[in-house]
Nanobody
């Protein structure tokens, strides 16, 4: 599994942006895929996760109702649609994959990590 996050950029508050996590290695069919973010000087924070079937999704409280995670296993890609963006969403966004775990909010639950894509939201 080799993850590549892409699609970040600089937007205005209230705008939308979709970031993608593609897997150039073996398929991650069967893995849960999560998104985390890290702002300068802060801990890495759980954003969202989707289970291996795409049947269950969970979100961190700061993004509930605004972000949506989805997966397209035929394209080996997971998406994070971010709507109504706020300046506090500014961070480096990482995708990660691993076997499904009830500890999905923690970084240790994920075996593979991508390199991150920067999202900057200005007011």
């Amino acid at each position: 599994v080799q993850l590549q996050a892409s699609g970040g950029g600089s937007v205005q508050a209230g705008d939308s942006l979709r970031v993608s996590c593609s897997n150039s290695g073996r398929t991650f069919n069967g893995y849960a895929v999560g998104w985390f973010r890290q702002a300068p000087g802060k801990e890495r924070e759980f954003v969202a996760v989707i289970d291996w079937r795409g049947a269950n999704t969970y979100y961190g409280d700061p993004v509930k109702g605004r972000f949506a995670i989805s997966r397209d296993d035929a394209k080996n890609t997971v998406y994070l649609q971010m709507n109504s963006l706020k300046p506090e969403d500014t961070a480096l966004y990482y995708c990660a994959a691993g076997p499904w775990s009830r500890n999905y909010v923690y970084t240790f639950a994920y075996k593979y990590w991508g390199q991150g894509t920067q999202v900057t939201v200005s007011s």
